[in-house]
């Protein structure tokens, strides 16, 4: 059965510190890995990767996928208390269908 | 300027009760999905859609019944509601099914307590 793990499941740190958020998955036929921000509504989509080793960044974000190691990270620089959410990892195999991790809870205070 | 909305954001009901929630997108996708995410925040798929067609039917009790009259519509009738079924429901559409834009958009989520 395909599988996401994600760690920590929780995370406590201050505003300014690096963060980095791990996500290891088990999918057969992997096809993709893409990591979600969830506050307190519906998921927000950030990266989508596909390929080993090429870096997706977006502003203080960014993320990388090792599919040798089966894993991806999602780092954060210069946290801010805005970042406080749970991030969401899912992998997508050959059963077509999107397997969430159980999530981390990004707390950061001022 | 919504791109998938459902209704009710929220739902308090009694066990026993037969309750529906819907979902419609805008964006023109081919794909809907039903997920349900609990009270540890694991979301988990139920259903999808392709087209109007069941793609994806997780193990999910036969008390929940998915119908999408159209592409854009993708809505959950839940029979007999019980304790375990309080839970946030998100509804999400994806352009493809097979294709390489796997992107999901998630709905704002329908919270369903049942008493």
């Known amino acids: 059965e395909d599988k996401v793990v994600q760690s920590p499941l929780s995370l406590v740190v201050h505003e300014g510190d690096t963060v980095t958020l791990n996500c290891s998955y088990e999918v057969t036929n992997f096809r993709s890995l893409l990591w979600y921000k969830q506050e307190k509504k519906a998921p927000t989509f950030l990266f989508m990767l596909?390929?080993?080793?090429i870096e997706k960044k977006s502003g203080r974000l960014s993320s990388i996928l090792d599919k040798k190691e089966l894993f991806s990270i999602l780092n954060i620089t210069a946290t801010q208390t805005g970042d406080s959410a749970v991030y969401l990892c899912?992998?997508?195999?050959?059963?077509?269908?999107?397997?969430f991790g159980q999530g981390t809870r990004l707390t950061i205070n001022p | 300027d919504t791109a998938v909305s459902q209704t009710p954001k929220y739902l308090v009901t009694q066990m026993g009760n037969d309750k529906s929630i819907k979902c419609e997108q805008n964006l023109g996708h081919d794909t809907m999905y039903w997920y349900k995410q609990d009270s540890k925040k694991f979301l988990k798929i139920m259903f999808s859609y392709n087209n109007k067609e069941l793609i994806i039917n997780e193990t999910v009790p036969n008390r929940f019944s998915p119908k999408s009259p159209d592409k854009a519509h993708l809505n959950l009738h839940i029979n007999s509601l019980e304790l375990g079924d309080s839970a946030v429901y998100f509804c999400?559409?994806?352009?493809?099914?097979?294709?390489?834009?796997?992107?999901?958009?998630f709905g704002p989520g329908t919270r369903l307590t049942v008493l």
């Open positions: 899912a992998s997508r195999g050959g059963a077509q269908k999107l397997v």
């Open positions: 999400a559409s994806s352009q493809e099914w097979a294709g390489f834009t796997d992107t999901q958009y």
């Open positions: 596909t390929s080993s080793g």
